[in-house]
C-alpha cells in the first residue's frame, strides 16, 4: 500500500458525459501527478500540482483539466467523454516540487470506461 | 524528444534461470532514471533510482544498473512472485516530467 488513495476504483459512463476522479495523496506530499495509461499508449503523465498549484503539464487534453484543493486531495475532471478515453487513470505523489526527481508513489488507480 | 525504449516486450523464465531487462534512453541529460513494477490492474511500485553512469542498486533478487544510454535490470533466481510488468521512466535534465518506456512483461514458471 503506497499510500496515496484514489476513488473511484471503477467508473462506466457514457460519452459524452463528464466524470470526476479523486485523489487523496500520501501524508506529507505536497504534489500530486496525474497520469493516464492505455494498452496502445502506455504511461502517460497529464498534469502535476504542487501545494494547489499547477507546476507541469504533459499532453492533457482540453476537454480534461485538473486542480489541488487546500487540504492537497486533488480532483481530475474529463469531459465530453470519448471511446478513446478508456484508460486507467492514476494519481501519484510526492514530497516537494522536484517534479520527477523526487520519488512518485502511484495509487491504485481508478479503471474508467466509456460505452 | 525524450524517448524511452524497453526490451524485451515479453520474458519468460523458469523458476532460478537469471536474465535481465533492458532500458535504452534518448534524452537532453539525464537527472534520474526510475524502475517500477506494476502488476495487474495495480498502480506501479517504485523499485529504484539511478543517478549517474556506473550507478547499481539492489534489492533482494533484483539488481539495477546504469550506463550512459541504457539501463539493465538482473533478475538473479527469480521466483513466479517476481511476475509483473517492469516499467523504466526518465527524467530529463530540463523537463519535469517522467517519460516511461512501455515494459517488460516478466512471467516465472515454477
Known amino acids: 500500500d503506497s499510500g496515496v488513495t484514489q476513488t473511484p476504483k471503477h467508473l462506466i459512463t457514457a460519452t459524452g458525459q463528464r466524470v470526476t476522479l479523486r485523489c487523496s495523496p500520501r501524508?506529507?506530499?505536497?504534489?500530486v501527478y496525474w497520469y493516464q495509461q492505455s494498452l496502445d499508449q502506455g504511461l502517460q503523465f497529464l498534469i502535476q500540482?504542487?501545494?494547489?498549484?499547477?507546476?507541469a503539464k504533459g499532453n492533457i487534453l482540453e476537454r480534461f483539466s485538473a486542480q489541488q484543493f487546500p487540504d492537497l486531495h486533488s480532483e481530475l475532471n474529463l469531459s465530453s467523454l470519448e471511446l478513446g478515453d478508456s484508460a486507467l487513470y492514476f494519481c501519484?505523489?510526492?514530497?516537494?516540487?522536484?517534479?520527477?526527481?523526487?520519488?512518485?508513489?502511484f495509487g491504485p488507480g481508478t479503471r474508467l470506461t466509456v460505452l | 524528444e525524450d524517448q524511452v525504449t524497453q526490451s524485451p516486450e515479453a520474458l519468460r523464465l523458469q523458476e532460478g534461470e537469471s536474465s535481465s531487462l533492458n532500458c535504452s534512453y534518448t534524452?537532453?541529460?539525464?537527472?534520474?532514471l526510475f524502475w517500477y513494477r506494476q502488476d495487474p490492474g495495480k498502480g506501479p511500485e517504485f523499485l529504484f533510482t539511478?543517478?549517474?553512469a556506473g550507478e547499481e542498486k539492489e534489492k533482494e533478487r533484483l539488481k539495477a544498473t546504469l550506463t550512459k544510454k541504457e539501463s539493465f535490470l538482473h533478475i538473479t533466481a527469480p521466483k513466479p512472485e517476481d511476475s509483473a510488468t517492469y516499467l523504466c521512466?526518465?527524467?530529463?535534465?530540463?523537463?519535469?516530467?517522467?517519460?516511461f518506456g512501455a515494459g517488460t512483461i516478466l512471467r516465472v514458471k515454477s
Open positions: 534524452v537532453s541529460g539525464l537527472r534520474g
Open positions: 501519484a505523489s510526492s514530497v516537494t516540487q522536484r517534479g520527477g526527481l523526487d520519488t512518485q508513489y
Open positions: 501524508s506529507g506530499d505536497l504534489s
Open positions: 521512466a526518465v527524467l530529463a535534465e530540463y523537463g519535469n516530467k517522467l517519460v
Open positions: 500540482y504542487y501545494n494547489g498549484e499547477e507546476r
Open positions: 539511478l543517478y549517474s
